[in-house]
């Protein structure tokens, strides 16, 4: 069990640039998510899949974000034309229960929007 | 709307003296409720899921207890590798997680 990954851990955009995160769960997970966490906050949801299928987006992801699970396996964040307000952690997180309890959290990418 | 209010927002212990962190909830419907330990720039690591008041449940010298409207993270005789924010989460009926801001929780030698 190697943990869920995420890359890269660190990213430094200039506004209104495009950037894309990449998640790999832990193998044997069929559901992922997507969080957004900023300085003194807790996580907030943004959108999860189960398998290949994006099944919950939050109003917090705007048209700007996009998500994909091609193939059930890794999962892909992009953000298109960043704002300064996009700064924060992005953290991914897998769970092998059908519930979507107990969540594996990787360490987070960490986006910095100048 | 679902509220989720954990307080102290920070606290600092002597090490051995025990203590309790607060997780205060308002929602519709709750299927779990979730405590988890963030280290600084780390991820969140799952440590309890409580289902209905009354239940409790241990680990090391953390204790998770539920009632109602709240529930308390004891914590017995603390050492510094406690020193961590310990975020709680409510699940409702959406398959995702709603977390309070967490308590910073600092324990000195």
């Known amino acids: 069990d190697t943990g869920v990954s995420q890359d890269p851990r660190h990213k430094i955009t200039k506004r209104g640039q495009n950037v894309t995160f990449r998640c790999d769960p832990i193998?044997?997970?069929?559901?992922l998510y997507w969080y957004r966490q900023t300085l003194g906050q807790g996580p907030e949801f943004l959108t999860y899949f189960q398998n290949e299928a994006q099944l919950e987006k939050s109003r917090l992801l705007s048209d700007r974000f996009s998500a994909e699970r091609p193939k059930g396996s890794f999962s892909t964040l992009e953000i298109q034309r960043t704002e300064q307000g996009d700064s924060a952690m992005y953290l991914c997180?897998?769970?092998?229960?059908?519930?979507?309890?107990?969540?594996?959290f990787g360490s987070g990418t960490q986006l910095s929007v100048l | 709307e679902d509220q989720v209010t954990q307080s102290p927002e920070a606290l600092r212990l002597q090490e051995g003296e025990s203590s309790s962190l607060n997780c205060s909830y308002t929602?519709?419907?709750?299927?779990?409720l979730f405590w988890y330990r963030q280290d600084p720039g780390k991820g969140p690591e799952f440590l309890f899921t409580l289902y209905s008041a009354g239940e409790e449940k241990e680990k090391e010298r953390l204790k998770a207890t539920l009632t109602k409207k709240e529930s308390f993270l004891h914590i017995t005789a603390p050492k510094p590798e406690d020193s961590a924010t310990y975020l709680c989460a409510v699940q409702t009926g959406a398959n995702n997680l709603f977390f309070g801001t967490g308590t910073r929780l600092t324990v000195i030698p």
């Open positions: 929602v519709s419907g709750l299927r779990g």
């Open positions: 193998s044997e997970h069929n559901r």
């Open positions: 997180a897998s769970s092998p229960y059908a519930s979507g309890e107990k969540l594996f």
